[in-house]
């Protein structure tokens, strides 16, 4: 077993799509912000090196925790472009985001729901997030931070 330093030096950071909806099938749902008060995430995957056969090219692992039980699937998608419009066409939000490197640190007890999964998934260690609206605006946040920032690189900053 390779441990976490090594595993995050050979693994390539993982694209992601953190997913929002309006689906409130459990009555208490319906105090969250509409449009907010579900996620889920894909998380692009690749086979690295050997005899892929049909896992080669984009493939998008869904995790979707919802109160009764937790789906889990592959998704075979040719071009990326397709799968978020096929995703925005359906009424979902969508925010595009990456899975962070593996750490030791220990995370305090959570209550298990959508959010609380969705940010373990991804590596996130935001104690503060709750809401799927409050996982929606830190990760537009996010991104706006790491495209100034990627700009600058590109200004020899």
Known sequence: MKSIAEYNLKTQ???ALVVFSDQADLAWLRVLRPGFRHC?????CGVEG???GDLEGSNWVLYNPLSTAT?????AVHDDKVLKN???QQGY??????VRPLTVE?????PFTCVEAVKRSLGLHKSSLFTPYGLYKFLLNENKVKKILDFSQQLGY
């Open 106 to 110: 220990v995370l305090p007890w959570r």
């Open 93 to 98: 939000c969508i925010v595009e985001t990456y």
């Open 86 to 88: 096929s995703l925005v």
């Open 40 to 44: 889920f995430v894909l998380i692009k």
């Open 71 to 75: 789906q889990i699937s592959l998704w």
């Open 13 to 15: 950071q993982k694209r």
């Open 50 to 52: 050997g005899d892929a």
